[in-house]
Every structure is written in C-alpha cells, then in structure tokens.
C-alpha cells in the first residue's frame, strides 16, 4: 500500500475501531492504542482478504479480541493490587508499613528483580493473562511446576513490595 491507501484505509476505519474499543475498555488512550495496534497488524498481514466487507469484519474481530485482552490485563493487574492491598491489612500494627500502597512502577521494578522463572510466570500470568495450559505449551514444563513457580514468585513478589 501506498502512504496515501494508508492514509485513506485508517480515515475509513479509525473511528470504527476506536470506538469499539471505547466501549469496551472505557479509556480513551487503551483505546486508541487498541485501535492502532489492530490497523498495524492488518497492515502488515499478507493480502488474503477479497472483498471490503470480509476486511471490515477482521478488523472488528481482532479489535474486539484485542481490547478483550487488555481488559483481562488490567483487571488481572487490578486484582493482584487488591490481593495485595487485603494483604497488607491483615497485617499486625508492628509489622504495617509506613508508606502507602506502591504504585504501578514500583511493582514493575520488583517484578524486574525477581529470578527469571518467577518472573516469567508471573508477567504472563499476571500481565499476559496466559493460563497455566498455554504457558506451558509455550515453555515446556508442566502445570504443577508453573503453579508453584508462580505462587512462589507471588510471594516473593509480596515481600519485596514490602521492603519499599
């Protein structure tokens, strides 16, 4: 495609999957990220589709899977924060922290910090949203290892949350 069939197929197709993705995320920059991410792919996809309406519906599908797994993420992400939140209140008053909950950044930090199997277990559980079947047919090991690794990756996870 030429700059210019490009630029004609995104001003055709942009607002449709822009909001697509709005509904379903309800934030206009995951949204407009989705939307993106989805006009790439298909750019950068063989040309196997016939006819203008077969386009329209694999753009549509691949926005709504797409925004689906981000939602998934986010609410995965969300869920690991609560659990930790929960967490830090059944503490006793001696061992509470002084500061708040640590934000996004400082649970990325850690995460960076764990081993490599933890780790790996963790982010595609946790920001993938695999599950322990598909990750390991990705990796190899059984579902039980991968269990273990990530309730002990969770863990370690947790006390190092702690220390910040």
């Not at 047919?137 to 579902?143: D, H, P, R, V, W």
Request: aromatic letters at 6%; proline letters at 4%; one cysteine or more.
């Amino acid at each position: 495609m030429t700059r210019q069939e490009i630029s004609e197929f995104y001003r055709e197709h942009h607002r449709r999957l822009y909001n697509i993705s709005l509904r379903i995320l309800r934030d206009s920059g995951e949204a407009e990220e989705v939307m993106q991410d989805t006009l790439l792919k298909f750019l950068s996809a063989p040309d196997g589709f016939d006819s203008p309406a077969r386009v329209s519906a694999w753009l549509a599908r691949t926005c709504i899977r797409a925004s689906i797994d981000r939602l998934r993420r986010r609410q995965r992400r969300n869920l690991f924060l609560k659990d930790y939140a929960l967490q830090e209140e059944t503490l006793s008053p001696e061992e509470e922290p002084d500061g708040a909950l640590p934000d996004i950044t400082q649970v990325r930090k850690a995460m960076d910090a764990l081993p490599e199997p933890y780790r790996l277990v963790l982010d595609l559980v946790l920001v993938e949203g695999l599950d322990y079947g598909e990750i390991a047919a990705l990796t190899g090991k059984k579902e039980t290892t991968l269990r273990s690794l990530y309730a002990r990756g969770r863990c370690k996870l947790i006390e190092m949350l702690k220390k910040i």
